[in-house]
């Protein structure tokens, strides 16, 4: 199982990314899928996952500035970053388990890192104000 990230570069505040994480070893199907990030000093954390059955959920911060999608046809999944500041500045990881292990609950600041087995490298985005 890989996955790979990739899109990730230095912005002024108020640019957009858009993140790409290809899946290879693995389908991503109906697994619930999610983007996670890492500034330095600070716990990895939850951005923005997509559930089992397809919904959607951010965290608070990035509410309205981020989407996150899915393209099963390309085994691909994406994360859109608008209007960024330079509070989101972090390297971005995304994360995948099978649907089987019903890890995806609650909101998505509370999902731990050990709830996904598999994990790109990550991709680094760094804001400037």
């Known amino acids: 199982v890989q996955l790979l990230e990739s899109g990730g570069g230095s912005v002024q505040a108020g640019g957009s990314l858009r993140l790409s994480c290809v899946a290879s070893?693995?389908?991503?199907?109906?697994?619930?899928v999610a983007w996670f990030r890492e500034a330095p000093g600070k716990e990895r954390q939850g951005v923005a996952r997509i559930d089992e059955d397809g919904t959607r959920s951010y965290r608070d911060s990035v509410k309205g500035r981020f989407t996150i999608s899915k393209d099963n046809t390309k085994n691909t999944l994406y994360l859109d970053l608008n209007t960024l500041e330079p509070e989101d500045t972090a390297i971005y990881y995304c994360a995948a388990v099978p649907a089987a292990w019903w890890r995806c609950r609650g909101p998505i600041g509370s999902q731990r890192r050990t709830d996904f087995p598999y994990w790109g490298q990550g991709t680094q985005v760094t804001v400037s104000s």
């Open positions: 070893g693995y389908v991503l199907g109906t697994d619930c």
